[in-house]
């Protein structure tokens, strides 16, 4: 009799631990991660943890590009060629969430790392989307800009006192709680945005179907301005755009690393992605066609094309980091060295070279407004795409 209690009593309190599991296992707010490509997983959110501080951590910078054109959005996430996944995030809408889905990652683990991720790790992902589209049809993305040239002050604060937010949290807060683009730009205004990828600064293309809006961080100002090109790499497009100098160098051009562009915005000293935002303004007009006039678009500016001998024209605005000490002005044949640095890290196409790896296009997502779908190439493979749509 009491063999048979014993027994009891185990056969109930594994039954008891399955059912816990199973407990446990339907309260997590999130699916577990399906892979769908190397370095591409999907996930669906009902819940997630919001965290206003992402990025303080982050110490990685990254180049990208983005056009809106019509009823598309493009864009480029470029960052070094590392051992990192990618990661599809579908968020559902609550009580002051609206939903959205877009592109996250982690920069601090590994591709064979996915299954070893914690559920605090998981919960924390979606702070870290780099571009989405909301229900309302809502779309931004976050590039970088060289906040050496504001003297750093872009990374300090944009209005003290109010509710701080960290600049690598700001497409997500936008993507939860914007009803259109010029509500983000009013959002936005009333927090105090921060921080930055360490000396470099971030701002943000953000759009709905009516307008777009390019937004940065200006002497500690948030400044938005909605008649631009519609184009965004890695330069300041707001800065100082109405004084002597600017108005002066908007007719009569400026001369980058040996080429004069003429109506083109005014370019600090670090200024980056000149070349990418002179193409994309030469080609516009096909990424307003469709989706995948756009991903063509977009293909024309993937990173990689900088290491190319046959890279017309050569993309000399890509080397320009401090330590080389060299800068929109100085002449072609100083970038010899640099460029050729980068070339042959390029050749070994090794993903554990770090921080010295060669960068390249981590995704090309297109974004259809009236539809809100995401189509979304992976690692400069635009032989295939993958489609997901909002609704």
Same mark, same amino acid.
């Given at each position: 009799m009491q063999h048979k209690?014993? *027994?009891h009593s185990r056969v109930m309190a594994a039954l008891l631990l399955v059912l816990m599991l199973a407990?446990?296992?339907q309260a997590a707010p999130f699916t577990a991660p399906k892979k769908l490509a190397d370095y591409l997983y999907y996930m669906e959110y009902t819940d997630y943890v919001p965290d206003l501080a992402t990025g303080e951590n982050v110490k990685q910078g990254f180049a990208c590009s983005a056009v809106r054109n019509g009823n598309f959005y493009?864009?480029?996430?470029?960052?070094? *060629?590392?051992?990192?996944p990618e990661?599809?995030?579908?968020v559902a809408a609550k009580e002051g969430r609206y939903a959205s889905i877009g592109v996250a990652a982690m920069f601090e683990i590994k591709s064979n790392g996915v299954d070893k991720l914690s559920e605090a790790q998981l919960l924390e992902l979606p702070n870290m989307t780099f571009d989405g589209i909301n229900e309302n049809g809502v779309v931004m993305n976050s590039n970088v800009v060289p906040a050496v040239d504001l003297d750093f002050a872009a990374l300090l604060s944009t209005n003290y006192g109010k509710t701080r937010i960290h600049s690598l949290a700001v497409v997500r807060y936008v993507l939860d709680h914007a009803k259109s683009a010029a509500h983000g730009v009013e959002l936005l205004k009333g927090m105090d945005i921060y921080g930055g990828y360490e000396s470099w600064g971030i701002h943000w293309l953000l759009a709905d179907e009516k307008e777009t809006y390019i937004i940065e961080c200006i002497d500690g100002e948030l400044v938005a301005r909605n008649d631009t090109d519609n184009i965004m790499t890695n330069f300041y497009v707001n800065y100082a755009p109405n004084t002597p100098y600017a108005k002066h160098i908007a007719k009569t051009g400026q001369k980058v690393v040996g080429k004069v562009y003429e109506g083109f915005p005014i370019l600090? $000293?670090?200024?980056?992605?000149?070349e990418r935002y002179a193409i994309l303004k030469e080609h516009y007009e096909e990424g307003g066609k469709s989706v995948e006039g756009m991903a063509h678009l977009m293909e024309r500016v993937k990173y990689t094309q900088t290491y190319e001998a046959d890279?017309? $024209?050569?993309? *000399?605005?890509?080397?320009?980091?401090d330590k080389n000490h060299l800068t929109i002005a100085n002449a072609p044949m100083d970038f010899k060295a640099q460029i050729q640095s980068e070339v042959d890290t390029y050749k070994l196409h090794d993903r554990n070279i770090h921080p010295n790896n060669f960068w390249q296009t981590w995704h090309t997502a297109v974004y259809d407004f009236a539809n809100k779908t995401l189509r979304l190439n992976i690692q400069e493979d635009y032989s295939k795409h993958y489609d997901f749509k909002l609704n």
């Amino acid at each position: 009799m009491q063999h048979k209690s014993k *027994y009891h009593s185990r056969v109930m309190a594994a039954l008891l631990l399955v059912l816990m599991l199973a407990v446990t296992a339907q309260a997590a707010p999130f699916t577990a991660p399906k892979k769908l490509a190397d370095y591409l997983y999907y996930m669906e959110y009902t819940d997630y943890v919001p965290d206003l501080a992402t990025g303080e951590n982050v110490k990685q910078g990254f180049a990208c590009s983005a056009v809106r054109n019509g009823n598309f959005y493009g864009r480029n996430l470029d960052l070094d *060629y590392a051992d990192v996944p990618e990661f599809v995030i579908k968020v559902a809408a609550k009580e002051g969430r609206y939903a959205s889905i877009g592109v996250a990652a982690m920069f601090e683990i590994k591709s064979n790392g996915v299954d070893k991720l914690s559920e605090a790790q998981l919960l924390e992902l979606p702070n870290m989307t780099f571009d989405g589209i909301n229900e309302n049809g809502v779309v931004m993305n976050s590039n970088v800009v060289p906040a050496v040239d504001l003297d750093f002050a872009a990374l300090l604060s944009t209005n003290y006192g109010k509710t701080r937010i960290h600049s690598l949290a700001v497409v997500r807060y936008v993507l939860d709680h914007a009803k259109s683009a010029a509500h983000g730009v009013e959002l936005l205004k009333g927090m105090d945005i921060y921080g930055g990828y360490e000396s470099w600064g971030i701002h943000w293309l953000l759009a709905d179907e009516k307008e777009t809006y390019i937004i940065e961080c200006i002497d500690g100002e948030l400044v938005a301005r909605n008649d631009t090109d519609n184009i965004m790499t890695n330069f300041y497009v707001n800065y100082a755009p109405n004084t002597p100098y600017a108005k002066h160098i908007a007719k009569t051009g400026q001369k980058v690393v040996g080429k004069v562009y003429e109506g083109f915005p005014i370019l600090t $000293p670090h200024a980056c992605g000149v070349e990418r935002y002179a193409i994309l303004k030469e080609h516009y007009e096909e990424g307003g066609k469709s989706v995948e006039g756009m991903a063509h678009l977009m293909e024309r500016v993937k990173y990689t094309q900088t290491y190319e001998a046959d890279t017309e $024209p050569f993309w *000399y605005t890509e080397f320009n980091e401090d330590k080389n000490h060299l800068t929109i002005a100085n002449a072609p044949m100083d970038f010899k060295a640099q460029i050729q640095s980068e070339v042959d890290t390029y050749k070994l196409h090794d993903r554990n070279i770090h921080p010295n790896n060669f960068w390249q296009t981590w995704h090309t997502a297109v974004y259809d407004f009236a539809n809100k779908t995401l189509r979304l190439n992976i690692q400069e493979d635009y032989s295939k795409h993958y489609d997901f749509k909002l609704n």
